[in-house]
């Protein structure tokens, strides 16, 4: 077998958030305790100044912390009477509760996991995320939770894979595949890095020209045939 080690993803790749509607509905859940009205145009407010400052952290332009001490920082927010970074703790608790696998994901763990060692590779807080794998049916085959936050390294940078492998004890790149559903951060994060990647592309988008990915799924249940 050509791996010994897969590396996961988690928001949308092993466990629904944003791609579900999941991220929306606790999105509304917590403007509502704090009484404010939660409209399509207030989500995509939220989504875009998500993505704004996560692209400013990988630039190294502001901390991880930043991102979320400010991604309510919003001007329909501002005058509920409950600070940005606190509606954010709220939402990570949220968050936390969600544990819901995609499409194939565990099915695929299942499979994978009789011949691999099975791990995640995610940005995002350690506890919000490692919470969620732990709550739900994938836990028995990952056999660890590695985030942003636990390495002290932003995916896609390579220190994050190569943390990762030396905590893990793998040497040989060519033995790890990285799989997800963001190129930017999932393929091209592994490419620079030097490993194989499994684009799992749900929204079924078109492929970039340049085509880094090694493979490319539409669900995660398609993957161990490929692999194995």
Known sequence: MKYEIVLFDIDDALLTLE????????????????????????????????????????????????????????????????????????????????????KGALDCCQKLRQSLDLYTASNGKQKTQATRVQGSPLAPYLQKVFTSESVQTLKPKPEFFAKILREVGVADKQKVLMVGDTYGEDVLGAHNFGIDSCWLNLKQEATPESNLCTYQVPDLGKLPALIM
Not at 26 to 32: H, I, S
Request: with cysteine.
């Open 19 to 102: 791609s579900d509607g999941t991220w929306r509905k606790m999105f509304g859940r917590l403007l509502n305790e704090v009484g404010v009205q939660a409209t399509d145009q207030n989500y995509q407010d939220f989504i875009d100044n998500n993505h704004r400052l996560w692209s400013q952290a990988e630039n190294d332009e502001i901390s991880t912390e930043a991102v979320f001490d400010n991604r309510f920082d919003l001007p329909f927010i501002q005058d509920c009477g409950v600070s940005a970074a606190e509606l954010d703790i709220r939402f990570q608790e949220l968050q936390q509760h969600e544990s819901t696998p995609t």
